[in-house]
């Protein structure tokens, strides 16, 4: 493997799926881009003759929409810049608190990390989309799935206020699990 040499950036994006290493190479000499995701080599060019633009690739299962912008910022300096779906990193991290959960959680010795897509109630457990059961109960509503033989249900009960809507509760072997911040 060659050594990466001419690394401008590292970006480490939590997607449903996972949380994805983002590495990008640029040759301001010889003109060459590389795009990894993962460790994985998505995109390479050699001999760009125009230094700045934009690389576009996808991440994750999901295949989220990337794009990394190259911008000259005087002299030979560059500025490089990650979105995600089409927001800048901050944006897209800004939304996706609102629109996801996420708990990390030991079973067994084995780390797993949960993430619950509130607009589709969609649950991810490390990287695969589980199969879930809904049920609307008196509260609110339960949504059940299974991690390695233990009972999990995702609990969404209204706040009762507005501005804070549904609150939703992992609750593994009737434990509940704090929301984890990533």
């Not at 779906?85 to 996706?96: C, F, P, T, V």
């Not at 629109?99 to 030991?106: E, F, K, M, P, R």
């Not at 509130?118 to 989309?129: E, I, L, P, S, Y």
Request: net charge negative.
């Amino acid at each position: 493997l060659e050594k990466m040499t001419d690394l401008v950036a590292v970006w480490e994006v939590a997607l449903s799926d996972g949380v994805h290493k983002i590495e990008f190479e640029h040759g301001t000499t010889s003109g060459k881009r590389v795009v990894y995701v993962d460790g994985k080599e998505e995109i390479r060019r050699e001999w760009m003759f125009k230094l700045v633009g934009k690389e576009t690739f996808t991440v994750g299962a999901t295949k989220t929409k990337a794009a990394i912008n190259i911008d000259a910022v005087g002299g030979f300096a560059y500025e490089y810049t990650l979105e995600i779906n089409g927001k800048s990193l901050k944006q897209y991290i800004e939304n996706r608190l609102k629109t996801t959960n996420t708990w990390i959680l030991n079973l067994g010795g084995t780390d797993y990390r949960i993430v619950l897509e509130k607009d589709t109630m969609d649950v991810w457990c490390n990287g695969q989309k589980m199969e879930t059961a809904g049920e609307f109960v008196e509260d609110g509503t339960e949504t059940h799935f299974t991690v390695a033989d233990h009972s999990c249900c995702i609990k969404a009960v209204s706040s009762g206020k507005r501005k804070e809507g549904i609150i939703h509760t992992l609750i593994v072997d009737n434990r509940e699990i704090p929301e984890a911040v990533e």
